[in-house]
């Protein structure tokens, strides 16, 4: 199966500092999500992104399938975005549905 | 839109006992998936169904856990005995289509003393 490398394993930001959020596949794959795991363990879909860049208020996205990363873009960091961020891929074919998930970063905003 | 459902939210039990956990995925999506996730890891499939077959169950210890989705809808996993090493959260999602972006539920806690 694919693996996933995700870094930095860990991130400490002050309020409104911008970071960005890297995410490694050892093989293409045609399904690639980011996720935000809350304080209580909630997986929070972010982006369904297997190629190209996405938007969403704050939080952008950009996939390079043909070099097999990813990178999760967070502007004006607020209290409420630490927690661990989950970049998961799936690789088609015989792993069906199959999210394989990196080992998180976690990331902490101090007021 | 309702999301995935699950029950109960936290289940601490000793080793050797049985436990279940339910799972009621977003409604019309025909695709239900069941992870693992220990303390400090990403989570790790369990299982995947296409409606009520199974399509992927390789990392499912199944001398102990088994899963069942009868009417293509919601879903029981269990574990039974249970061992220490099984404590973790228990997570459900569901996807409209296999490969398609999965949503999940707010996990089960399992504590096994």
């Known amino acids: 199966g694919i693996q996933v490398e995700q870094s930095p394993p860990d991130l400490i930001l002050q309020e409104g500092a911008n970071s960005t959020l890297r995410c490694n596949f050892s093989d293409s794959v045609n399904n690639l999500q980011w996720f935000h795991q809350n304080p209580w363990g909630q997986l929070i879909n972010l982006f369904y992104?297997?190629?190209g860049t996405k938007q969403n208020g704050r939080l952008s996205a950009t996939t390079v399938a043909t070099e097999r990363y990813s990178l999760l873009y967070i502007s004006s960091s607020q209290t409420t975005d630490s927690g661990v961020y989950f970049c998961?891929?799936?690789?088609?074919?015989?792993?069906?549905?199959?999210?394989?998930f990196g080992q998180g970063t976690i990331l902490t905003v101090h007021p | 839109e309702a999301g995935v459902a699950q029950s109960p939210r936290y289940k601490i039990i000793e080793k050797r006992q049985s436990v279940a956990f339910w799972c009621n995925p977003i409604?019309?999506?025909?695709?239900l998936y069941w992870y693992q996730q220990i303390l400090g890891q990403g989570p790790k499939l369990l299982i995947q169904?296409?409606?009520?077959?199974?399509?992927?169950d390789s990392q499912l210890p199944k001398d102990r856990f088994s899963a069942e989705r009868l009417k293509g809808v919601d879903s029981t996993l269990k574990i039974q005995p249970a061992k220490l090493e099984d404590s973790a959260v228990y997570l459900c999602?569901?996807?409209?289509?296999?490969?398609?972006?999965?949503?999940f539920g707010p996990g089960t806690r399992l504590t096994v003393l």
């Open positions: 409604s019309g999506h025909a695709t």
């Open positions: 169904f296409q409606n009520n077959g199974v399509v992927d």
């Open positions: 998961a891929g799936n690789a088609g074919g015989t792993s069906y549905g199959k999210l394989t």
């Open positions: 992104i297997p190629s």
């Open positions: 999602a569901s996807s409209a289509r296999s490969g398609g972006d999965q949503f």
